[in-house]
Each structure stands twice: as C-alpha cells, then as structure tokens.
C-alpha cells in the first residue's frame, strides 16, 4: 500500500484501530447515484418498449401482413447468409493474423499490429466505396461478404491478441512433451482459451453486420437495416419500417443468444502456483514467406485498396473537389458531435460505473445490463423509436440535435461504461473517504479526487465514443436537423450522386479523424493484455 492509502486508513479507523468507519456522507451519495442511474437505464429501454408498442399497436392481421411475406423472408436469408459466411471468415482472419503478430518469428511484428488494427479508422462504407470504385462490377453477397470481412476483422483481431499474450505456455509445452504436433497443440490447447475472446469478438461483429447500412447499400445487398432506411425515406414514421425493425431486434436478441450457449460458462484461469511465463516465438523456417505474403496481401486489401482509391479519386478530381469551406463546415459538425456526444455519454455513464465499482450487486447488475442491451440494438432501430416519440409526443424535439445526441449516447453507452468502469477501478477508494473525512463533501470527492484519478480512462471513454460518432451514419441520416452537414452524411450524399471524386475528401477527412482515436484504442488494448 502507498504511502497515502496508509495515511487515508488511518484516518478512517477510530482510536483503538477497529473497523473502518461507515462515512455518512458516502451513504448520502449512494442514494442519488442510483436514482441517477436507474433513470438512465429506463431511457435505455425506450427502444425496446417502442419495438413491443409497434407490435401491439398494429395488431396481429398488420404484423402477418407485413412481416410474413416473401420480400422479408428474402432479407431474412440474406441476413443468414452473410451472418453464417461472414463471421467465421472474420474468425479465421483474426485468429491467424493474431498468431502470425503474437507467437511467430516474423519480422516487424509491431508494424504488423498496427497494420491489422488499421481498418478501424476507416469506416465501413468507406471500404464499399474504395471496392466498388475499384471493382464496379462487385455486388451482392460475395461482395458484401468480402468487405465485411476486410472492415469488422480489427474487432475479432484485438480481443484474440490480447488473450493470446496473456495465456500461459505451461500447457503448450506439456502437450509438446507428449509428443503432440505444433498443429494438433494449437488446435487441442491454444484455441479452446481462445473461445471467450473470439465469441466476444463475433458477437461484435454479428452486431455490426445486422446494424451496418452504408456498406450493403453501396454494394446493393439487401438487409433489414437497408430496407428499414429505405421504407424510412420513401415515408416519414412507416409501419412497414417499425415492424422490419421490431424483426431486426428479434434477430439481435437471437445472436445474442447463441453467443451465449456458445460460450458457455467455462473459465480459463491460471491458478497453478508462480508467475506465468512469457510464450517463445515459434519459428517460421519455410513458412516465413507464406505468412509475410498473408500480411502483405492483407494490408493490400483492407488498407490499400480503400487509401489508393480515395488518392486515385482525389488526384483525378483536382483542386476542384476541394470546396474548402463546405469540407471545413463538414469537419467542424462532425468534431463538435463526435466530442460533445463523447463528454456526455461519459457523464451518463458515469453512475452506472460509479455503482459497477464501488457498490456491486444485483441492483447494479441489472443497471448494468439495461446500459449495455441498447448497445447491440442497429442504430435504424434507436433511430425509428426515438423519431415515432418525438413526432408523437415531444414534436419540438423532432429532428434537434438534441435528440441526435440522445441517439449517440444510447448507441455508444456500453463503450463509455466500459472505459469508466476500468478507470474507476484503478482510483482507490481510501482516498475518497480520507477526503470525505478531512471535511470534503461527497461531490467535491468526487470531482478533486476521483475524476482526476480516473481521468485517463475518461478520456479514453470520450475517445472511443467520438470514434463512433465519427463513422455513424444511419442514425444521423435520419435524425440530423436540417442543414447538418456532417462528413458521413456529405460523403453518403456525394456517392449516391455517383459523385465519387466529390466524395473523396469527406473520405479522407473521416480517416484522419479517426485514425488517432483508433490509435488510441490500439494503444490502451496493448497495455491492458500485458497487466
């Protein structure tokens, strides 16, 4: 313990040295730390009271009219296909390029890192629009599958990294020693520790495919969520979009789901005596060419073709794609929501990972969960409940960017928790009541030591949802005042006047807003898997 945790104890005991004393200014910040948090998690629920209204509200003959029909059947078999093909190709990607990076001699490995995180900070559509730039005959599921693959791989790639430097070789080099062959040892040994990381990141990555709108409409495959847009535009507040929507959630609650019998409930601790040991780098020999060629072309795909299409378009177009003032509104819009959105979804999320921290329990768990749900909802979905309310109910509000921010926090809410939760966890509690004892009040705590404590992680949080922001697209098409003019919604305009050399520098912008804060995620993921 440091010296001033031994200095903050000390003062919290009575003088005889007994048990630390019950602070009753703690109990009064407990109470509205809840009420705070519990109000937060109902708003969470909109959504999915919405989707249940929807239904209700229609009747059953609506419901069978509307969804059981062939078209919808369709977006139910695309959304299979793409799910069953496109998932475990992500899987594969990552696993192998997470074991080339991690436990293989190659050369330049923290280049190769880097390189397989890339992607993040371009944005899905962008990779649609740099394929089908490149590639124009490239449409339907193959291509919706190949981009897929080459934009979500990052999310199955750093959670299947990190657990691969965590893991204990102890019981890799037990099955060598039983004569087990390096492919039988990674398939019998290294890949079931593996499947905790991997279900988590396929989870993600099923989520983003169901959500996803900018890539499939570009690559003309048809989705729920494409359809839903589609049904949105053509009619304001349309009963066939609310029901699609009320299908798509059914399909999130469905993944979720099988995450969850998949994963199991098995744990893969090291409980064996002494520190773990660092895992040696097995070497390539003949197969060093192989795996420098995968790399290779991987960084051709997922980064080249997407960078050298929006050069080819950039270069063609001249100074004259440049509206310079246009691109600078742009960027400005979207710096502003991206950060304003940031700091607050980390104020909203502050409660729920004040109380994960410091008073775990069911309550808490709970809260936990109704934070976190709204996360895996397709932004289509928080867009079309968040609209029906305002026409409805609070008109005023409808298409403010009040109820934009609103969106974002309830679509990157789990991503501000996360990163709150991991920061408070690491500011000692001690100090808040040495503080609290010394006369300071529960929030004046609260803001002179604790935030400053967990400020890093804060601005980690805001970070992660501002990338978000940054790449969102369908709920700011559909919720954005009139005359916001953000770069995904510029760059989505520009590509459906088949404009693409317009379109490049709203591209480039998007990229260079995000490639520090995908950095940044990159960064603190390296540090968290050597902890």
């Known amino acids: 313990m440091t010296q001033a945790q031994l200095s903050a104890a000390s003062l919290l005991h009575d003088p005889v040295g007994r048990a630390p004393l019950r602070l009753r200014p703690q109990r009064r910040l407990f109470s509205p730390v809840v009420m705070a948090a519990l109000l937060v998690s109902l708003v969470s629920l909109v959504p999915l009271g919405f989707v249940m209204w929807v239904a209700v509200d229609a009747g059953w003959d609506t419901v069978v009219r509307l969804v059981f029909r062939a078209r919808v059947g369709e977006f139910l078999l695309n959304t299979l296909l793409l799910e069953l093909l496109a998932v475990p190709l992500c899987i594969a990607l990552a696993v192998t390029l997470a074991w080339i990076t991690e436990r293989s001699d190659l050369p330049g490995t923290a280049l190769w890192r880097a390189v397989a995180v890339a992607p993040l900070a371009i944005p899905a559509f962008v990779h649609s629009y740099g394929w089908i730039s490149a590639v124009p005959s490239l449409h339907g599921l193959p291509g919706a599958v190949l981009v897929s693959v080459l934009a979500y791989s990052p999310f199955l790639y750093l959670p299947v990294a990190a657990q691969l430097r965590r893991l204990d070789p102890a019981l890799e080099n037990a099955a060598a020693s039983l004569g087990k062959t390096p492919a039988a040892i990674f398939a019998l040994v290294v890949l079931p520790q593996l499947r905790l990381a991997i279900c988590g990141g396929a989870l993600l990555v ?56 998949i994963r199991g409930r098995e744990r893969y601790a090291r409980v064996g005596s002494g520190a773990a040991k660092t895992a040696s780098r097995h070497r390539l020999g003949r197969g060093m060419p192989m795996a420098l060629g995968f790399v290779i072309l991987f960084a051709a795909l997922a980064l080249g073709v997407p960078l050298l299409t929006v050069v080819r378009w950039l270069w063609s177009g001249g100074l004259a794609v440049w509206p310079v003032a246009e691109v600078g509104t742009a960027f400005g819009q979207t710096l502003a929501l991206a950060f304003g959105g940031g700091i ?11 109380l994960a921290v410091r008073a775990p ?41 009040a109820t934009l921010l609103i969106a974002y926090v309830l679509l990157f809410l789990p991503r501000a928790v996360t990163a709150l939760r991991a920061s408070l966890a690491q500011a000692p509690v001690e100090l808040e009541w040495a503080a609290m004892a010394l006369g300071r009040s529960p929030w004046q705590t609260i803001w002179q030591v604790t935030a400053r404590l967990a400020a890093p992680g804060i601005a980690a949080g805001i970070a992660l949802v501002a990338l978000g922001i940054t790449n969102e697209l369908t709920a700011t098409l559909m919720l954005s005042p009139n005359g916001t003019r953000t770069l995904a919604t510029q760059f989505w305009i520009k590509t459906s006047e088949l404009d693409y050399a317009a379109a490049a520098p709203y591209a480039l912008m998007m990229i260079v807003l995000s490639l520090p804060l995908s950095l940044l995620l990159y960064t603190r993921a390296q540090r968290a898997s050597v902890r």
Not at 206 to 230: K, N, P, Q, S, W
Not at 380 to 399: E, W
């Open 206 to 261: 099923g989520l983003h495919l169901l959500a996803e709108y900018g890539l499939f409409a570009m690559i003309r495959f048809d989705t729920f969520a494409t359809a839903i847009v589609d049904q949105f535009q053509s009619s304001y507040n349309s009963p066939v979009a609310n029901l699609l929507g009320g299908v798509l959630v059914l399909c999130c609650i469905g993944l979720l789901a099988l995450e969850a019998i």
């Open 361 to 401: 329990g069911r309550l808490q768990r709970v809260i936990e969960a109704c934070h976190f749900y709204v996360g895996s909802l397709p932004g289509v979905v928080v867009a079309l409940a968040l609209v029906t309310i305002t026409v409805r109910i609070m008109l005023p509000l409808y298409q403010t960017y």
């Open 344 to 354: 607050l979804a980390a104020v909203i999320a502050a409660p729920a990972a004040w």
